[in-house]
């Protein structure tokens, strides 16, 4: 049986009064597309900060390659972090470097080295060479998302987390970089876990879907199973519907 790239078992957070985490259950196997799917404040968020140990969780496994990570600290904390990409909201670059610098940033080896692969990385995205020396600031952001995703492939990292990776695109932009990810997670075989509200993300990106609501996965499946699915929680949230048992503060 292959083991699954990460598990989490009973992960459970409560902040103060509000247990946003009750016991999720999930496990995204080897090169994997895995989208996570729940309403604003369902702890999306938080269930990535603490698989990647920003945040503790009160109880609860996750295994990485069946090795267990609650608890790690100093090296092997750090260790099992440089496992992971990241593709944050808002690209985070470093406005003050130029987009090779940038690209990489988390490479080792001489600066002429790092240039080569900071341009090889950022060809893998569609940008070519002449974006190198520029800064973020002088980009799109549509193009500043590129070089985000080329500086979280240049690693190579086995794991890729895409945190909304298409928040405050315009919609053409943002099925670019959602062919992207699908492409790069495909051609370099990397475990993606992506959260995202957009739905045009779900359908491009993920090999399955799980939906968080409650503190806990209320549903799971392939993408082909979606449509199709009588959760009426996730149907609710794939047809953007007011309506249902989904209730919003301020909903009527
Ligand atoms: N460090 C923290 N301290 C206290 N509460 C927190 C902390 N981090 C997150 N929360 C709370 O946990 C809940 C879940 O937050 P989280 O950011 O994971 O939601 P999300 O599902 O990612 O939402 P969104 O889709 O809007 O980004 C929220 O109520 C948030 O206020």
């Known amino acids: 049986m292959t083991i699954p790239r990460i598990q989490l078992a009973g992960l459970a957070k409560r902040f103060g009064s509000r247990q946003v985490l009750a016991g999720v259950d999930l ?42 990570v609650v608890g790690l600290k100093g090296a092997a904390l750090d260790a099992h972090r440089a496992r992971f990409g ?17 690209v990489s940033f988390a490479l080792e080896g001489s600066a002429a080295s790092r240039r080569a692969a900071a341009i090889d990385n950022l060809a893998r995205v569609g940008l070519g060479p002449e974006v190198a020396d520029l800064k973020p ?25 895409f945190d909304e990776p298409t928040a405050g695109l315009d919609p053409i932009t943002a099925a670019v970089i959602n062919d ?27 090999d399955r879907v799980a939906m968080l609501h409650g503190g806990v996965i209320i549903w799971q499946g392939p993408l082909a199973s979606l449509d199709g699915c009588d959760n009426p929680y996730v149907r609710q949230f794939i047809t953007g519907s007011a309506h249902g048992p989904i209730q919003m503060p301020g909903a009527r």
């Open 86 to 102: 990241m593709l944050f909201q808002g690209g985070a670059l470093f406005d003050s470097l130029p987009v090779w610098r940038n």
């Open 180 to 206: 992207l990810i699908r492409e790069l997670a495909t051609q370099l075989k990397i475990t993606a876990l992506t959260i995202t509200h957009d739905m045009h993300s779900v359908r491009t990106v993920a």
């Open 27 to 68: 496990a995204v196997m080897p090169g994997e597309s895995l989208v996570i799917i729940g309403g604003s404040g369902t702890g999306k968020s938080v269930t990535l900060k603490i698989i990647l140990g920003l945040i503790a969780p009160d109880s609860g496994s996750i295994k990485v390659d069946g090795h267990e």
């Open 137 to 161: 600031s002088e980009l799109s952001g549509g193009m500043q998302k590129r070089v985000a995703l080329a500086r979280a492939i240049a690693p190579r990292p086995p794991i890729i987390f």
